[in-house]
Structures are given as structure tokens and as C-alpha cells.
């Protein structure tokens, strides 16, 4: 038991690293917060353009979302960072880590939006022509508040799901939580360190995990 | 064009190299086929423990879901491989791999049996004990197959997540794909290791990819 404390919880040790790990913790809710408030809207604009059906475009974006959701994401950052330099093109490891991510949230949220579109009924698109509504109108009033209704569920734990990606940014030497809290773990040979970074992602990632069970308990018993 | 091809998929490369990934490819494999069984046992378990009348032990069930939930695998991972040996217990990449894995992916596959299990109405069970089937025969044989084919979209989907996930073994030099092709790209200098890599994981998971999309455009009101 004294082991476990000396070991993992000396927070006198980290005394010294307090403004470090905040900033650490910082960047990773500053991705998280970046790549869902670009990936979401993304996948949702993704969605509307496949709805007009236009082939060689709907072809692309099919080809665009699989690509997205087969490949790791960590690959993906890998990737991003290591082989599109040989492009030309050199990202910091910030741009690079949320980029990848991006493409990947943009990629399941429009696979969520395009299911919800496509499950609210065929009646609701009648009812709204034959009332006079154009295309757009029916859509961007009948339909879509429908849909995204639907996918709130499935949207924030994909959301969430991908926000824990942050944490893949170390590979590529990201000061995020993770890797700040793993270097200091190895600067003062004490793991107290990743125990204040797994008690920090706790704080920033359960609340939206309860959030989930709540969601989805109002949206199995509708009132 | 060709300077393209020289650098991105340089054939050359890929025939020096391609005995080292396919090396990392059966490491990936590996982790898989141990820690994607593991998970779904111990989610089954986890899920249908939560059905047993004791409030703590639920309790205590949704504690562990939640928080494993919460945990970047990464974290977990970490935590298991350099922070476990402080405490005397060294586990090597393979075994804390899997671990971190297992423990993750059961707290997602528990959810997902769990909720399999609630869409079976309760007088089915009840009608199954009435007909004189135990409690373990009324699930296995009327519960389990239902509620297993309500959720067969996203216990796909989850097992595709996990296979991907194996990818962070590579952060404690487990040398499964992803590592395999970082070392041959520092040993030829070239992209086309992690080009290759990338490709076979795109083999292997766009099928699925393609099912899961296939299976949730059948079960019209899905709910993640």
C-alpha cells in the first residue's frame, strides 16, 4: 500500500510540473474541441451534397468516407506527418494530428447523418413538396432537423471516441496531456505523473460518458 | 508523375522491405485474435452480470464501463507499460497490448450486449424460464441469439475499432504493422513503407467497413 502511494501518488513531486501539465491539458481539449467543431460540420455538408445525387461526386465521397473510417487513425497521423512532407507540404504536429483527425470524425459523422437522413420517412419529403416547399425547403426544414435530431446518440460517442484520438498526438511529439505527463513520468522516475494525466482525462471525457447513458435513455422512451 | 511513383510506392523498396510487413502484418493479426475474443467474453460477462439483482454490483459494472470509456486506449496502454512495473508487475508489449486492449474494448462490447439484452422484451425470458429452461438456457438459447442480432451492426463495427486499435501497440515497440513500417521507412528512407502499410490495413478493413454501412442502413431507427 505504501509502495502504491510513494509510486503513484506523490503529488509533492510534482510540484514543479503543475503549469506544464495544465498546458498539456490545455492543447488536448484545444484538438479535441477543433477537430469536432470542424469534423461534425463537415460531415454534415459532406451529407447534403451526396443527398442531390450527383453520380461521379456521390462516388468520391463514398470512396472518401470508407478510406477515412478503414484506416487507423494513428496510421493516419503517421502518415500525415511523415509522408505528405515528401510532398512538399510539412505540417507541425498540432496541424498534422488534428487534420488527420478531422478527416476521419468528418468521415463517421457523415455515415451517421447520411443514415438518420435517410431513415426519416419517405412521407415527410411527399408531405413537404406536395405542401408547395421546394427541395431545399423540405430539406433543410422537414428533414434535416429530423435527421440530426436522430443522430445526436451516435454522433457524441463517435465524437467522443475520436476526441480520445487527441492522445495519439505524442507519437508525433504533440505537447499534449499525454505526452507531457509521460515525459515527466520518465524525467523524475515516478509515475505519479500519468496518474494526475489519468485522473485529467477522466475529468474532461466521463462527464460526455454519462452524458451518452443520459442521451440515451431520453431517446429510448420518448415523452 | 514517375517521381511520384518513385517516391510513394517505389517497387523496389516495397520487394526489399515487404518481408518486414508482412512480419508486423501476422504481429497485428496476433494481437487481434487474442484480444478481440478476450473482449467479447468479458463484455458478455460484464453485460449480463449487470442483470443479476445486486445494486452495488451494478453499480460497480457502470463504474467500470464508464471509466474505461473514458480512457484514451493510449492512456491506458501507457499507464499498464511503464507504470505497472513500479509496482513489480512488468508485462512485456505483446501481453500489455492486449490488456489495454481487452480492457477497453470489453467496457464497449459490455454496452453493446447490454443493450442487445434490453431489447429483448421481459416476457420472453419469462416465458422461457415458464417452459422449464434454466436461466442460463433461457439466455443463451432465446435471449442471447435476439439481442445478438439487434446489435450485430455495432458489435461489427466495435470489432473493426479494436482491430484498428492494435495500431498503438507500436508505442511500446511491439513490432506489428504500423512499427514494422516506421522501421523499414527509417531504413530505405522513403514513404513507401508507411504508403504499404497503410494500404494492406485498407484491404483488410474496408470490407468490414463496407458490411457495418450495408447492416445499419437495414435497422432503420439505430441509435450508436
Known amino acids: 500500500m505504501d509502495q ?5 501518488f506523490d503529488f509533492s513531486l510534482m510540484k514543479t510540473y503543475w503549469p506544464e501539465i495544465l498546458w498539456g491539458f490545455l492543447v488536448t481539449v484545444e484538438m479535441s474541441i477543433l477537430t469536432v467543431a470542424i469534423g461534425i460540420p463537415l460531415g454534415l455538408a459532406i451529407a447534403i451534397v451526396r443527398l442531390y445525387r450527383i453520380v461521379p461526386l456521390n462516388a468520391l ?5 470508407d478510406f477515412f473510417r478503414s484506416i487507423p487513425q494513428l496510421v493516419l497521423i503517421v502518415l500525415t ?11 507541425e504536429p498540432f496541424a498534422a494530428t488534428v487534420l488527420a483527425l478531422v478527416l476521419v470524425l468528418s468521415s463517421f459523422a457523415e455515415e451517421i ?17 406536395s405542401t408547395g416547399l421546394g427541395f431545399n425547403q423540405t430539406l433543410f426544414q422537414v428533414v434535416l432537423p429530423q435527421a440530426i435530431r436522430m443522430s445526436i446518440p451516435p454522433l457524441t460517442n463517435r465524437a467522443i471516441a ?3 484520438g487527441t492522445t495519439l498526438g505524442s507519437v508525433v511529439a504533440v505537447p499534449e496531456l499525454l505526452n507531457v505527463t509521460s515525459s515527466i513520468q520518465s524525467n523524475v522516475a515516478n509515475p505519479t505523473a500519468l496518474t494526475v494525466g489519468a485522473v485529467l482525462f477522466l475529468l474532461l471525457f466521463l462527464p460526455f460518458v454519462r452524458f451518452t447513458r443520459w442521451l440515451e435513455r431520453v431517446y429510448s422512451h420518448p415523452s | 508523375m514517375s517521381d511520384l511513383v518513385a517516391t510513394f510506392l517505389n517497387l523496389d523498396v516495397l520487394r526489399q522491405i515487404w518481408p518486414l510487413l508482412l512480419q508486423g502484418l501476422w504481429m497485428t493479426l496476433a494481437l487481434a485474435i487474442v484480444a478481440v475474443p478476450l473482449s467479447i467474453a468479458l463484455g458478455i460477462v460484464v453485460a449480463v452480470a449487470q442483470d443479476l439483482p445486486s445494486r452495488p454490483l451494478r453499480a460497480l459494472l457502470a463504474v467500470y464501463t464508464d471509466v474505461l470509456r473514458a480512457f484514451p486506449p493510449l492512456v491506458l496502454l501507457i499507464f499498464i507499460f511503464y507504470g505497472l512495473p513500479f509496482l513489480g508487475v512488468k508485462l512485456t508489449g505483446f501481453p500489455a497490448a492486449v490488456l489495454a486492449l481487452t480492457l477497453n474494448g470489453s467496457s464497449y462490447f459490455s454496452e453493446i450486449f447490454r443493450a442487445g439484452l434490453e431489447s429483448i422484451p421481459k ?5 422461457a424460464r415458464s417452459t422449464g429452461l434454466s436461466w442460463l438456457q433461457s439466455m443463451s438459447y432465446v435471449v442471447i ?7 450485430l451492426p455495432d458489435l461489427v463495427s466495435n470489432t473493426v475499432e479494436l482491430v484498428k486499435q492494435t495500431s498503438i501497440a507500436s508505442v511500446v515497440a511491439l513490432q506489428e504493422l504500423l512499427r514494422s513500417a516506421q522501421i523499414a521507412q527509417g531504413l530505405v528512407y522513403n514513404p513507401t513503407p508507411l504508403v504499404a502499410a497503410a494500404a494492406i490495413y485498407l484491404l483488410m478493413f474496408w470490407p468490414f467497413v463496407r458490411i457495418v454501412s450495408r447492416l445499419q442502413r437495414k435497422s432503420v431507427a439505430h441509435f450508436g
Open chain 2, 123 to 127: 416476457g420472453q425470458r419469462e416465458a
Open chain 1, 162 to 164: 475520436i476526441s480520445k
Open chain 1, 61 to 65: 465521397i463514398v470512396l472518401y468516407i
Open chain 1, 81 to 91: 506527418y511523415f509522408a505528405v512532407p515528401y510532398f512538399g507540404l510539412v505540417l
Open chain 1, 4 to 8: 502504491i502511494i510513494h509510486y503513484f
Open chain 2, 145 to 151: 441469439p435476439q439481442g445478438a442480432r439487434n446489435v
Open chain 1, 113 to 129: 447523418f447520411w443514415a438518420c437522413i435517410n431513415s426519416v420517412s419517405r412521407g415527410q419529403w411527399e408531405a413537404g413538396r
